[in-house]
């Protein structure tokens, strides 16, 4: 089964500080690859995206970083702050068959004022 | 702004009730999806649909079932509540054509069965 494997589980970071979240896949049946953003009591949102002929996406203090060839990308949140406390998933989506999203387990961020 | 409606928010029921959870699409998507969520955890596919009268039992086990007799409704029913139900219960839709935008999500619904 195609698993998109996510860590940390929990991170606790200061405010202005950097925010890395990690994700890696097994195969390479995967085109898409969404960060979501979930506050509590909200469902997910899309926060960021890429697809995998790009090494890396930049959006505000957002960025994706893509490396192919290791199976593994990673959301950077630059100047992390109190507001992006939140459950970050991680997703790729499946060429085979179904084309459904392939979520990871989360990481809960704590940005500390 | 939601353009995946669910309802009810919150909903705390007693054990053995029937009980229909709903979720509405205005973005005229094909695929739509039920996932199970305790707060801040992993999500998990419970049902899928990718169209009408097309339904599909996801990865995770679930007593429930699910119904696509319009496009743009996709509602989840338990026949029997029990605790082990009390649960998020997060809808989402799909609409992937030629440009990826990922899922939509619902704000989801917040079960309890007591």
């Known amino acids: 089964q195609q698993q998109v494997k996510q860590s940390p589980q929990s991170l606790i970071v200061q405010k202005g500080g950097i925010s890395i979240i990690n994700c890696a896949y097994e195969?390479?049946?995967?085109?898409?690859f969404p960060w979501y953003q979930q506050f509590p009591g909200k469902g997910p949102a899309l926060l960021i995206a890429i697809r995998p002929d790009v090494s890396e996406k930049k959006e505000g203090r957002f960025t994706i970083s893509f490396n192919k060839s290791a199976k593994q990308f990673s959301l950077h949140i630059m100047d992390s702050q109190p507001g992006d406390s939140a459950t970050y998933f991680c997703a790729a989506r499946s060429t085979s068959g179904t084309y459904k999203y392939i979520f990871g387990t989360g990481t809960r961020l704590k940005v500390l004022a | 702004e939601a353009d995946i409606y669910q309802t009810p928010r919150y909903l705390v029921i007693g054990t053995g009730k029937k009980i229909t959870l709903e979720c509405s699409q205005t973005m005229g998507h094909d695929k739509m999806y039920w996932y199970q969520q305790d707060p801040g955890m992993e999500l998990h596919l419970i049902h899928y649909s990718y169209g009408v009268n097309s339904t599909e039992k996801g990865d995770l086990s679930s007593e429930s079932t699910v119904s696509r007799i319009r496009t743009e409704h996709f509602p989840l029913t338990l026949e029997s509540a029990r605790p082990s139900h009390t649960s998020q219960y997060l809808c989402a839709s799909s609409g992937d054509r030629g440009l990826l935008r990922g899922y939509t999500f619902g704000s989801g619904t917040r079960l309890t069965v007591v």
């Open positions: 195969n390479t049946a995967f085109d898409y």
